[in-house]
């Protein structure tokens, strides 16, 4: 069973500063990691992929992996209270492989 | 900005009876996904279609679930005789190839009810 985990929260931070998500991965064979953004009763939103080893960033965002550890993270700079959501990991595995898998997200808080 | 839309937003249906969920994914995009997410719970992968056809299902899409693509827009997804465990959010994506630059968008998703 390939999982996906992430600690579920809620993270709370005073807006204005950085947030930190995390997320870790089972299956090595992985190839592409994706942060979505889900408020309550609404869909995903992709806000950052990432498919090799480092950083990439995107305006407040910065999305970090590390396949050796089978790890991904998420910055969140300058976090403001349209930021609280809950924060959803994405991998897709192998080679061929369509689906993704998700993990059961995390909840951020910015505190105004 | 080209996005997923799906309709309706909300469907209530008694056990026993099928459903059509419709999706209409953006226009240039080649690969159609449907997963689902049941209340307080991980989203979860239904099935890929590519070309006319399943490329990939999970073992949630069993012989219950069947997709389509009528025409060329509409990408819909039956469930021949629903059960109350089916009641969840279903959401609608699509890509633009499956390759390494797979980014899935999703579409508002449609709230089915099973009573």
């Known amino acids: 069973q390939k999982e996906v985990e992430q600690n579920s929260g809620p993270l709370s931070v ?14 090595r064979g992985s190839q592409s990691f994706f942060w979505y953004r889900q408020y309550s009763g609404k869909s995903p939103e992709l806000i950052m992929s990432i ?4 950083d990439k960033e995107d305006g407040r965002f910065t999305a970090q992996l590390n396949k050796a550890s089978q790890y991904v993270s998420l910055l969140i700079r300058d976090s403001q209270p349209s930021d609280s959501a809950t924060y959803l990991c994405a991998v897709r595995a192998s080679t061929g ?14 505190q105004p | 900005e080209p996005e997923v839309t799906q309709t309706p937003s909300h469907q209530v249906t008694q056990m026993g009876q099928e459903v ?4 209409v994914p953006i226009s240039n995009h080649l690969y159609f996904y449907w ?3 049941i209340l307080g719970q991980k989203v979860e992968f239904l099935v890929s279609f590519y070309n006319n056809e399943i490329s990939e299902k999970s073992e949630i899409f ?12 509409n990408f819909t997804l039956k ?3 629903t059960k109350l465990e089916d009641s969840a959010m279903y959401f609608c994506a699509s ?3 499956g390759l390494a630059g797979n980014e899935q968008y999703f579409g508002p998703g449609t709230r089915l009810t099973v009573t």
């Open chain 1, 97 to 110: 492989r369509r689906a993704l898998t998700f993990g059961s997200g995390t909840r951020l808080q910015v």
């Open chain 2, 20 to 23: 059509i969920l419709r999706c």
């Open chain 1, 51 to 54: 498919y090799s080893n480092g």
């Open chain 2, 79 to 81: 469930i021949r005789s």
């Open chain 2, 62 to 73: 069993d012989d219950q679930f069947s997709v389509e693509r009528p025409d060329g827009s």
């Open chain 2, 95 to 97: 890509s633009l190839s």
């Open chain 1, 14 to 27: 005073p807006e204005g500063a950085i947030a930190s998500l995390n997320c870790t991965y089972s299956d």
């Open chain 2, 35 to 37: 997963y689902r997410q």
